[in-house]
């Protein structure tokens, strides 16, 4: 089988997808498939980029693993072009690969799906920081605040708030990387996040950064962050944040993989942050860890999604 991994792309995280595609590549060949690298160049703007992918699909490669994060890979990009060139592809379809880059309106899903979600509010371009302080007050807000891109992956341009006078440089660096930006409560907790494959719930992974704030630093630096699999929970706890993962994913419409971020309150409550639709693929990032508790090694993660793409087969039937 011939599986074009596609990597890199014009986003700020394409030496992370460098890494989790090149990872991908490896283990395919590992199992004997004609694995592919496809790298989408950092500087190419997206109709290039878009023009460079239909001629790779011209050439009708079997499957196509997606491993570009951030912009193009995760918007929905590349998805669209395979679809319509009807190619076969690891991991969402474009529709609810749209939704899960836009933290906005996947709020407004998980919402609607009875999820509990950190209070948030839609900044644009052409509102005024600085009264904003003032609004909050007057809303209840209470410092510290979340200060996010809408649409940016790998907390980019991601800044935690503690008094109203970080507002304003914090609103200016999340819109150097886009608008609108999103500002959510600072929700305390255990940081743990949940993968799924197929449509079964992985067990879960207890993040704990070194430092206040799970960065891009943290996430990306050795020995910033340590990751507890599975995350040592009460079995009931466990099987609630399980279940929230579970209906994030179908709440967007997510097929083959997600992983989705949540922190858990003192209370026991989960509250959903993120779906992440095409999760970091490295042979240590954080999908494969959860995948190798249920004995589903990094090689066998990444020809599983394949025969899904390809046959949907059930990630599970190997076993």
């Not at 460098?18 to 690298?37: F, N, T």
């Not at 907790?189 to 949940?194: H, I, M, N, S, Y």
């Not at 009931?236 to 922190?263: F, K, N, P, Y």
Request: charged share 20%; hydrophobic share 45%; proline share 6%.
């Amino acid at each position: 089988m011939r599986v074009t991994v596609v990597m890199g792309g014009p986003s700020a995280e394409h030496a992370i997808s460098l890494k989790s595609g090149q990872g991908i590549v490896d283990a395919l060949a590992r199992r004997h498939y004609a694995a592919e690298p496809l790298v989408i160049p950092k500087t190419a703007a997206i109709e290039e980029a878009c023009a460079f992918m239909r001629r790779h699909l011209q050439q009708r490669p079997d499957v196509v693993f997606i491993a570009v994060h951030g912009a193009f890979g995760e918007d929905g990009t590349i998805q669209q072009l395979c679809e319509e060139a009807k190619v076969a592809y690891v991991g969402s379809d474009a529709a609810a690969s749209r939704l899960g880059i836009d933290k906005i309106d996947s709020r407004r899903r998980f919402e609607a799906a009875g999820l509990a979600v950190p209070r948030w509010h839609s900044l644009s371009h052409s509102e005024p920081a600085d009264a904003l302080a003032a609004q909050l007050e007057a809303a209840g807000w209470t410092f510290p605040l979340v200060v996010k891109p809408a649409q940016q992956g790998s907390s980019i341009g991601v800044s935690l708030v503690r008094e109203v006078g970080e507002l304003p440089s914090a609103i200016e660096e999340a819109g150097r990387h886009g608008w609108p930006v999103l500002l959510e409560e600072f929700v305390a907790g255990r940081e743990l996040t949940v993968g799924v494959l197929g449509e079964e719930a992985l067990p879960i992974v207890e993040i704990r950064p070194r430092h206040a704030f799970f960065d891009f630093r943290a996430k990306y630096t050795a020995g910033e962050t340590d990751y507890l699999v599975p995350a040592s929970l009460p079995a009931e706890v466990a099987a609630a944040v399980q279940t929230a993962g579970l209906t994030a994913h179908q709440a967007l419409g997510c097929r083959h993989m997600s992983r989705t971020d949540i922190i858990l309150r003192a209370d026991g409550r989960p509250v959903v942050l993120e779906v992440n639709t095409i999760p970091g693929f490295t042979p240590t990032s954080l999908l494969p860890k959860a995948a190798a508790q249920v004995h589903v090694s990094y090689e066998s993660l990444c020809e599983q999604l394949v025969v899904m793409a390809h046959s949907a087969t059930s990630p599970m039937a190997a076993h």
